[in-house]
């Protein structure tokens, strides 16, 4: 059983910044961990995610130069860091755990069958 929680979400002001985590826990660790997101009426996308062994990562552009993520293998979390937000990145943020193995981090979200519950993220203008 693989566990994936996040945490971090909240109300922030356009152009502030916020932090979320994503702690794992379970009998396997997944090769990747991706934060995806997805906002009211639109689609699940992707963000960007990092592999655990090397710590490669990919970014989608439209967060590019402004959000980072980072790992901490100790403690089996990552981390987003969420830089100049803006009201369109409002959305519910989730991590996915993916066991398989890529060069860089998938970006489907059928690629991820481990998901935590998600964190709500709200940029006011």
């Known amino acids: 059983q693989v566990q994936l929680v996040e945490s971090g979400g909240g109300l922030v002001q356009a152009g502030g910044s916020l932090r979320l985590s994503c702690t794992t826990s379970?009998?396997?660790?997944?090769?990747?961990t991706a934060w995806f997101r997805q906002a009211p009426g639109k689609e699940r996308e992707f963000v960007l995610g990092?592999?655990?062994?090397?710590?490669?990562?990919d970014y989608a552009d439209s967060v590019k130069g402004r959000f980072t993520i980072s790992k901490d293998n100790a403690r089996n979390t990552v981390y987003l860091q969420m830089n100049s937000l803006k009201p369109e990145d409002t959305a519910v943020y989730y991590c996915?755990?993916?066991?398989?193995?890529?060069?860089?981090?998938?970006?489907?979200?059928?690629?991820?069958?481990?998901w935590g519950q998600g964190t709500q993220v709200t940029v006011s203008s």
């Open positions: 990092i592999k655990w062994s090397n710590g490669n990562t």
């Open positions: 996915a755990a993916s066991p398989f193995v890529r060069q860089e981090p998938p970006r489907t979200s059928g690629d991820y069958p481990f």
């Open positions: 379970g009998r396997t660790f997944g090769v990747s």
